[in-house]
């Protein structure tokens, strides 16, 4: 087992659940990330569930013993380090109330990397290495969000996750396409917004490239006088916190 504070070098080997995966780091990368080489028996991902943790924020301590608490209800696909915390909101009972309103939900597949919880640390917010980010969205999807631009309705999105990909995707109409890559999209105050008319997000830590995100859409100042209510209110903070719409 390899402690969480241990710096590993190049060649070093170590093992997991007693033996059940062996890895050798190859490379020391930027941001403190390795390249490792993993060896096994079996089947990786079976593996993975059998003694591997579910990556939580620095911020929360303790052990989550129900990864389910931890899921939006309407993910699909392995691949995430994180969910997009904005949809733990949503229930099976909710969605169907959104759509008996009328509402169109489009879905979006966005593999979270742990770069997100990555504070800025320079002056100049351009030189911040943004993480990359796979993304795909289907045919049927790109065109609901398509026919809502083209009669007149808001693209609402639900999470900082799935505005980066649709801001990422979009062209200068705010219309986009069944489509399949990575982003790495910073978005801050002086961004446009092309495609997306409103935001569904928690509230994020301090100096990160969330709060800049939404201070582009929002206004710095308006944002820090919501964040300063939030605080008097005692509003829960963060992952498992409340959320505010943004428009």
């Known amino acids: 087992m390899v402690h969480p504070g241990r710096r590993l070098k190049v060649g070093t080997k170590v093992s997991f659940g007693n033996g059940l995966l062996k890895a050798e780091i190859l ?3 930027e941001g403190g990330n390795r390249k490792v080489k993993f060896s096994y028996n079996g089947i990786f991902n079976e593996i ?7 990556p939580l924020p620095p911020y929360i301590k303790e052990k989550l013993d129900d990864r389910d608490r931890y899921q939006t209800v309407y993910a699909k696909y392995e691949g995430s380090a994180a969910a997009p915390t904005a949809g733990l909101h949503f229930t099976e009972e909710l969605l169907e109330k959104i759509k008996q309103k009328g509402v169109e939900i489009a879905n979006v597949t966005l593999h979270v990397g742990i770069g997100t919880f990555r504070p800025v640390k320079v002056e100049n917010i ?3 290495d943004m993480h990359s980010e796979h993304y795909y969205i289907k045919k049927e999807d790109a065109e609901k969000i398509n026919k809502t631009k083209k009669t007149g309705g808001r693209v609402i999105a639900v999470g ?6 649709l801001e990422s ?13 990575d982003t790495n999209i910073f978005i801050y105050p002086g961004y446009k917004f092309k495609c997306i008319d409103a935001l ?8 990160s490239t969330l709060i800049m995100l939404v201070s582009a859409l929002a206004g710095k100042d308006y944002i820090m006088k919501a964040y300063e209510h939030a ?4 509003y829960r903070f963060f992952s498992f916190g409340d ?3 943004i428009s």
């Open 126 to 128: 351009e030189e911040h």
């Open 160 to 165: 900082t996750t799935s505005c980066r990909v």
């Open 200 to 207: 569904i997000t928690n509230f994020h830590l301090p100096e």
């Open 48 to 54: 993975l569930d059998k003694i591997g943790l579910m």
């Open 243 to 245: 959320a505010m719409f």
């Open 27 to 29: 490379d020391v990368l």
């Open 169 to 181: 995707v979009s062209d200068e109409a705010g219309f986009v396409k069944e489509v399949e890559g």
């Open 231 to 234: 605080v008097e209110e005692k």
